[in-house]
């Protein structure tokens, strides 16, 4: 019997429609119990074809470990496509279907993944002013998936503060991570010009780092760079 799986994607982490589910690098000393369950349930969802499924949420505390939940969709689930890249599992999103669908076990309709660029020539306008939002399982901002893509895309794969290249991924494009330089909690825009591509050494020091507050202006220094201000 087929069975389902769902996981947690944070959309801060979401590259394009692709998603880092196993970083064996980052994983490679992490002996929780949670951890060892999910390298399992991977597993399983590759070896015996279930159905795999994604809610797109966003972190109460980009900053904490392990995360919590703010605000969530919880009307829709992404429909997941799982493959091995090297000791790494990567999703891509296939598509978007109705959560009550697939609740009740039936196959949903399924439609065009949002956070796809229409117009890679052109920076997404974005919001200065990003709507809070709450649901029942917290609150949360609701950010621009397309301007998160482009900034991926304008990186071509390259850390926008030190340069490096990220791994290669399955499809042949390279992994980096999006950060907003000036958190969406203290009232940043939700705009190309507020977010950077990082390598994830340098994503984790922006938010852990004693350095955070040196990082954040350079990487703002960047920015007006890239935008040739």
Not at 85 to 111: F, I, K, Q, S, Y
Not at 165 to 189: K, N
Request: glycine share 10%.
């Amino acid at each position: 019997m087929r069975g389902v799986a769902v996981f947690t994607l944070w959309a801060d982490r979401l590259q394009g429609d692709h998603y880092v589910l196993w970083d064996a690098f980052q994983r490679s000393d992490d002996t929780r119990i949670g951890a060892i369950e999910l390298r399992q349930v991977l597993e399983a969802v590759i070896s015996k074809g279930h159905a795999a499924y994604g809610i797109r949420c966003e972190p109460r505390d980009a900053r904490a470990t392990p995360r919590e939940r703010g605000y969530f969709d919880e009307d829709q689930l992404l429909v997941l496509d799982l493959e091995e890249d090297g000791a790494n599992v990567v999703a891509r999103v296939l598509g978007a279907v109705p959560a009550a669908d697939v609740a009740a076990g039936r196959r949903g309709l399924v439609t065009p993944f949002e956070s796809a660029i229409n117009d890679l020539g052109s920076p997404p306008h974005g919001q200065v002013s990003p709507e809070r939002t709450t649901t029942k399982g917290g609150t949360g901002y609701r950010r621009d998936g397309a301007v998160r893509d482009y900034v991926i895309y304008r990186s071509r794969g390259r850390c926008e503060y030190c340069g490096v290249l990220g791994f290669e991924m399955a499809d042949g494009s390279y992994y980096v991570e999006a950060h907003h330089v000036i958190a969406l909690s203290a009232e940043g825009p939700d705009t190309v010009e507020n977010v950077i591509a990082l390598c994830p050494g340098h994503h984790r020091e922006a938010h852990y780092g004693k350095q955070a507050e040196s990082l954040e202006t350079a990487f703002l220094a960047k920015l007006r760079k890239i935008a040739g201000r």
